[in-house]
């Protein structure tokens, strides 16, 4: 269910307001609860199972970080293994034997194809974020699942982020206010980003997509920079308008969900850029990756080296795909290029 098709904005929507608004306060997190799963449920039940267990595996290891703190390492390690092992199958699981199969071309290893459940990137890392800042004691572990049931699967940012952490949000599932001027503003945070997709990104989609099927003999350089251009700011307006839409419905359910972009593409560098684009996602990475390789805190050569490492990681999660790969190196190449000149300050 799409944020901007007529059945949610229409039906599933306003069906769900009315019901948050009328019950009591100590029930509104089981209402969004129950409608987060059926929003799931709705587009792909089939892998509605695969995002519970994902549930109950970060709620156990949770519990066992905080009950026995003499192995909590080996609890975390555990959890992350089991959440990367999710994703690293659903998502990635056609890509290798895809390569393998070409790499070995008498290896000829036969599969059936997995489908990847949606939004399966964005919930992974947020119940990555939960179990480690319950190691780092930065949070207090949940021993509600229905809470922290809420916290993955919570339907604005499910399927297309923001990246949601744990600790930040934390407090607001325990107790939120409802304020008419919040409820007021997310709608308009809302309207915003579902013109930014309808309006700009669809539209700007068409242009770019008629220019892309031309023949490139017969294409002009101009036509190519349209449709370039075209394609960028469809894909800003895209994922943006996304984010706008997850965070003014946040808003109206009492969430203060961060910003996701911060106009990116007046960057005066490509560190820059990462600073205004997918905050969520490169603000996880710097977190949960950089900093536990060492940050900046190390020598200039195994700084460049975390870098190389995160940016790669970050093009693998974009897609399971080559092209991904290399966009992910390029950027890491372009940070590492402007860290040695000083270019990005």
Known sequence: MLFSSMSFIYL??????????????????????????FFYAWGEPEYLAIMLLTILVNYIGGILIARYPKYKILSLSLTIT????????????????????????????????????????????????????????????QRDIGKLALFICLFPQLIAGPIVKYNDIADQIDSREVKADKVILGIKRFIIGLAKKVLLANT????????????????????????????????????????????????????HIKDNFDYPYIS???TEFWRRWHISLSTWFKQY?????????????????????????????????????????????????EKITGWHK
């Open 289 to 337: 990756l950089y900093i536990p390789l060492g940050g900046n805190r190390v020598s200039k050569g195994r700084n460049y080296f975390n870098l190389g490492v995160v940016f790669l990681l970050t093009g693998f999660w974009h897609g399971a795909a080559w092209n991904f790969v290399v966009w992910g190196i390029w950027h890491g190449l372009f940070i590492i290029f």
């Open 268 to 270: 005066k560098s490509i």
């Open 82 to 141: 089991a959440n990367l092992g999710f994703l690293a199958y659903f998502k990635y699981f056609n890509f290798f034997v895809e390569n393998i199969n070409l790499l070995f071309k008498g290896a000829g290893l036969n599969f059936i194809e997995v489908i990847m459940p949606i939004g399966i990137s964005f919930y992974t890392f947020q119940a990555i974020s939960y179990v480690v800042d319950v190691y780092r004691g930065e949070v207090k572990v």
């Open 204 to 255: 700007l989609g068409a242009v770019a997509d008629k220019i892309f099927e031309l023949s490139p003999d017969n294409m002009q350089t101009s036509i190519a920079w349209i449709g370039s251009l075209a394609y960028s700011f469809q894909l800003f307006f895209d994922f943006s308008g996304y984010s706008d839409m997850a965070i003014g419905l946040g808003l109206i359910f009492g969430f």
């Open 12 to 37: 599933f929507l306003p069906l769900v307001c009315l019901l948050y608004f009328l019950v009591r306060a100590d029930l509104r997190n089981y209402v969004l609860l129950g409608a987060s799963i």
